[in-house]
């Protein structure tokens, strides 16, 4: 991504060109790179979150607001991405759907396809998260890979 943005940078600046498809990739992999490591940050804990209270919290604290904020907030909303982006992706698959500009991408269906497809790794994460929310609470916490006794 930074080779793409920094060619397109480069040829608009130094050669006064400009590509719609090399632009077009930015944002295509851009999107892709969010929605397809989302579930690998929240895995290692770095979405931004106010830490003004969370920080003062003891580990079962902690543990009870991680599960209650998944199963209330983060599981209802993959699955509601999930579904309604289903027909927006599938269409586009279906018509193989393409850049409306000429010299564009001719596969947008691949960056729709991203959409249900990283919400779900979000969801399967939060289900990861969920579980040793729940060992934590019950007293068996859950450290690098081993639930502890």
Not at 10 to 38: C, D, I, N, P, T
Not at 69 to 94: A, D, H, I, Q, R
Request: hydrophobic letters at 45%; glycine letters at 10%; aromatic letters at 16%.
């Amino acid at each position: 991504m930074v080779m793409v943005v920094t060619t397109d940078v480069a040829m608009r600046y130094l050669f006064k060109k400009s590509y719609v498809f090399v632009q077009e990739l930015e944002w295509h992999l851009f999107g892709v790179l969010f929605l397809l490591g989302a579930g690998y940050t929240l895995l290692h804990d770095g979405h931004v979150r106010v830490d003004i209270f969370y920080q003062r919290f003891s580990p079962k604290q902690k543990a009870w607001l991680n599960l209650l904020g998944t199963l209330l907030f983060l599981l209802p909303g993959c699955y509601l991405v999930v579904t309604t982006s289903y027909n927006f992706f599938w269409n586009s698959w279906s018509i193989h759907e393409g850049s409306p500009d000429p010299g564009g991408i001719p596969a947008r269906y691949f960056l729709k396809s991203a959409i249900p497809i990283g919400f779900t790794l979000v969801a399967l994460q939060g289900i990861s998260l969920g579980i040793k929310s729940f060992l934590t609470i019950i007293g068996k916490p859950y450290i690098h890979g081993e639930a502890t006794e």
